[in-house]
């Protein structure tokens, strides 16, 4: 069995940063390309910022220059530093991968159940 637990998130003002952390716990044999997502109240959830296992990444527009992932392989954790948030960057952020397990060496899609992060104008 594997988990995904996201935190960091909470409520910030305009301008400010937090950083959002996921670690990954369970029957992991390896995880593959990490992601956050988000979705904001009526929206559809997007993809925000994804890292391959060698640490290439690629961002949303909306986010570019402002949001930075990482991961740390030893730790099986990935993070996101948000700076300079908006109001609109208000949202649940969930922490995704793609993890082959220990048990039977499928490789699954795997969700954390989201952290909340409000920001205030």
């Known amino acids: 069995q594997v988990q995904l637990v996201e935190s960091g998130g909470g409520l910030v003002q305009a301008g400010g940063s937090l950083r959002l952390s996921c670690i990954a716990s369970?029957?992991?044999?390896?995880?593959?390309?990490m992601n956050w997502y988000r979705q904001a109240p009526g929206k559809q959830r997007e993809l925000v910022a994804t890292?391959?296992?060698?640490?290439?990444?690629g961002y949303a527009d909306s986010v570019k220059g402002r949001f930075s992932i990482s991961r740390d392989n030893t730790k099986n954790t990935l993070y996101l530093q948000m700076s300079s948030l908006q109001p609109d960057d208000t949202a649940v952020y969930y922490c995704?991968?793609?993890?082959?397990?220990?048990?039977?060496?499928?490789?699954?899609?795997?969700w954390g159940q989201g952290t909340q992060v409000t920001v205030s104008s």
């Open positions: 995704n991968a793609q993890i082959r397990t220990s048990r039977d060496f499928a490789q699954n899609d795997y």
């Open positions: 369970g029957s992991i044999f390896s995880i593959n390309d």
């Open positions: 890292i391959t296992t060698l640490g290439s990444t």
